[in-house]
């Protein structure tokens, strides 16, 4: 909707070309708890291989697990949970490159590496990805960053919850 600001008439630029002087583009405000856009919640626990996405269970075929402080879990299994499709998560085997392609967003992990590429900016991470079980896992919170995502572990329960931001 567009409205002309105050009792004054339009200005006009040129002579011949009038503008509003005030329009409403969006509203912005907060949605209501539980009613986010294409919300994810998923609820992994340390040593179990199921977890929950929504508040309904599944099954990995590795259990997340605690190495020299830091919470590892299965990739792939994140990123499913957070909307990647399966068609979307692609290995490598010659190169050893894992990719990731949710939205906009193209992640790639090697092997072995510290690297993590998003949209072709690399991060150096402070470890490397490794597999277990034949499935590549990372510490929680590199998973979190590449598909953006909001991590928090309770070391009380021994569970990560990993939620996608509202989009």
């Known amino acids: 909707a ?4 105050g009792n004054t008439p339009p200005q006009s630029w040129g002579d011949t070309y009038r503008y509003a002087t005030q329009a409403e583009i969006a509203t912005v405000g907060t949605a209501p708890a ?4 294409n919300a994810v919640k998923a609820i992994y626990t340390i040593g179990s291989t199921a977890y929950t996405v929504n508040g309904q269970t599944r099954t990995a075929e590795v259990a997340p697990y605690v190495e020299n402080g830091r919470t590892y879990l299965p990739v792939r299994y994140v990123a499913e949970a957070l909307g990647v499709s399966q ?19 193209v992640i790639q992990l090697k092997l072995n590496t510290n690297q993590l590429t998003i949209n072709g900016s690399t991060i150096n991470m402070d470890v490397k990805a490794v597999t277990k079980a034949n499935r590549t ?29 509202s989009e």
């Open 2 to 5: 567009f409205a002309i600001g």
């Open 34 to 37: 539980g009613e986010t856009d």
């Open 87 to 105: 068609a979307n998560i692609l290995f490598d085997k010659p190169t050893s490159v894992v990719t990731m392609i949710k939205g906009d967003r």
């Open 137 to 165: 896992v990372l510490p929680i919170a590199w998973v979190g960053k590449a598909l953006d995502a909001v991590v928090q572990y309770d070391a009380a329960a021994k569970t990560v919850t990993v939620e996608s931001r």
